[in-house]
């Protein structure tokens, strides 16, 4: 167990550590998810050696959000000033996140075959 915890701490920390290399332009926890996705694609990484602790942090992801979710109660006047921009960028990055996912699907997924 204290190898998965080593492994994961470790990706964040080079991710943390990219991400001050580049200013901080995207977040160090970001892309140390894509390090450790890369790590495991590549198979530098077993996924055995992050499964335990991995399923046992998305048990836990409600918890993750409580940090958020405070800090929106923080912003309740921001939010109260730009709720109309909110509500449109909210609704129209859905509208074209379910576009792009059904055109991926259709241009990816296996043809159905037809039967009689």
């Not at 450790?36 to 918890?63: I, N």
């Not at 309740?76 to 909110?86: C, D, K, T």
């Amino acid at each position: 167990m204290l190898k998965q915890i080593f492994n994961i701490l470790f990706f964040y920390l080079m991710g943390e550590l990219v991400s001050w290399l580049i200013g901080g332009f995207l977040p160090g926890s970001v892309i140390g998810m894509v390090l450790l996705f890369v790590a495991l694609s590549f198979k530098v990484v077993k996924p055995c050696d992050v499964r335990d602790v991995s399923l046992h942090l998305t048990e836990q992801m409600g918890l993750f959000f409580l940090p958020a979710g405070v800090g929106l109660m923080t912003a309740v006047a921001v939010i109260a000033e730009n709720w109309a921009f909110l509500l449109l960028s909210s609704l129209i990055s859905t509208i074209l996140v379910i576009g792009m996912v059904g055109w991926m699907q259709q241009k990816t997924g296996k043809k159905e075959i037809k039967h009689g």
